[in-house]
């Protein structure tokens, strides 16, 4: 039997099919904020309609941060048709919210960030499943490192420097990128811990693909502010 035909090994096979799935769920919920976002695009006016409503953007933002906290913190109580659901109606909300850039950047300088974003995804992803070293101590550092730069975006909101602002842009990247890393890492340690139990591990999947595609989303958003040519 040559080395080609060697059984993979079962924990390795979890991995796999782990995985998998974790990216199958977050390219179907990027889908969906393409399409939606894609469509509205198509209706400029009704963007600027959106744009033009305070109330219309910080509803959506208050319903998109609900949403976040009731998945993440309730995904293990919940049954795979909710949590299904949940995950796409976030998506879909995400889409809606994103809606706007295409009035702000052209359409070549969205392609190229979101083409520039997969590449630095990819490559964190990749990483956090092929590397031996633990990247569990991360997690604090890089949930405080979060909190800090909104609280930086937050004060900008006010000040306006366009010097503070480029040094979130480039910090949120690179943020992104060492979520995308500590993210794929734990997802992959969940691998095998399931047993027979077909629908934690869905959930599971489902949580995962939600933690990427908040990942993805970060950094194509910075990522389209530092490399975007506006309208």
């Given at each position: 039997?040559s080395?080609?035909?060697?059984?993979?090994?079962?924990?390795?096979?979890?991995?796999?099919?782990?995985?998998?799935?974790?990216?199958?769920?977050?390219?179907?919920?990027?889908?969906?904020?393409?399409?939606?976002?894609?469509?509205l695009?198509?209706?400029?006016?009704l963007?600027?309609?959106?744009?033009?409503?305070?109330?219309?953007?910080?509803?959506?933002?208050?319903?998109?941060?609900?949403?976040?906290l009731?998945?993440?913190?309730?995904?293990?109580r919940m049954?795979?048709?909710?949590?299904?659901?949940?995950?796409?109606?976030?998506a879909?909300?995400?889409?809606?919210?994103?809606?706007?850039?295409?009035?702000?950047?052209?359409?070549?300088?969205?392609?190229?960030?979101?083409?520039?974003?997969?590449?630095?995804?990819?490559?964190?992803?990749?990483?956090?499943?092929?590397?031996?070293?633990?990247?569990?101590?991360?997690?604090?550092?890089?949930?405080?490192?979060?909190l800090?730069?909104?609280?930086?975006?937050?004060?900008?909101?006010?000040?306006?420097?366009?010097?503070?602002?480029?040094?979130?842009?480039?910090?949120?990247?690179?943020?992104?990128?060492?979520?995308?890393?500590?993210?794929?890492?734990?997802?992959?340690?969940?691998s095998?811990?399931?047993?027979?139990?077909?629908?934690?591990?869905?959930?599971?999947?489902?949580?995962?693909?939600?933690?990427?595609?908040?990942?993805?989303?970060?950094?194509?958003?910075?990522?389209?502010?530092?490399?975007g040519?506006?309208?």
């Amino acid at each position: 039997m040559s080395s080609f035909d060697q059984p993979i090994p079962q924990s390795i096979a979890y991995e796999q099919t782990l995985l998998r799935r974790v990216y199958n769920w977050m390219a179907a919920g990027l889908g969906l904020s393409g399409v939606i976002a894609y469509y509205l695009m198509r209706n400029e006016e009704l963007i600027r309609s959106f744009v033009a409503s305070p109330m219309r953007f910080w509803g959506i933002f208050i319903a998109q941060l609900a949403l976040v906290l009731f998945l993440s913190s309730r995904i293990a109580r919940m049954s795979v048709a909710t949590a299904t659901f949940m995950f796409f109606l976030y998506a879909g909300l995400n889409g809606l919210a994103l809606s706007p850039i295409f009035l702000v950047y052209t359409q070549g300088s969205i392609a190229a960030a979101f083409l520039s974003t997969g590449g630095m995804f990819a490559a964190a992803s990749l990483w956090g499943t092929v590397t031996k070293r633990s990247l569990s101590t991360w997690g604090h550092y890089l949930t405080m490192a979060l909190l800090g730069f909104m609280v930086a975006l937050i004060v900008n909101f006010w000040l306006h420097s366009s010097i503070l602002d480029l040094a979130i842009s480039v910090a949120m990247v690179i943020l992104g990128v060492g979520l995308t890393a500590y993210d794929t890492q734990r997802i992959k340690m969940l691998s095998g811990s399931f047993g027979s139990d077909g629908e934690m591990e869905t959930r599971a999947a489902i949580l995962g693909a939600f933690s990427l595609y908040l990942d993805f989303v970060m950094m194509f958003v910075y990522a389209l502010r530092l490399m975007g040519r506006r309208r």
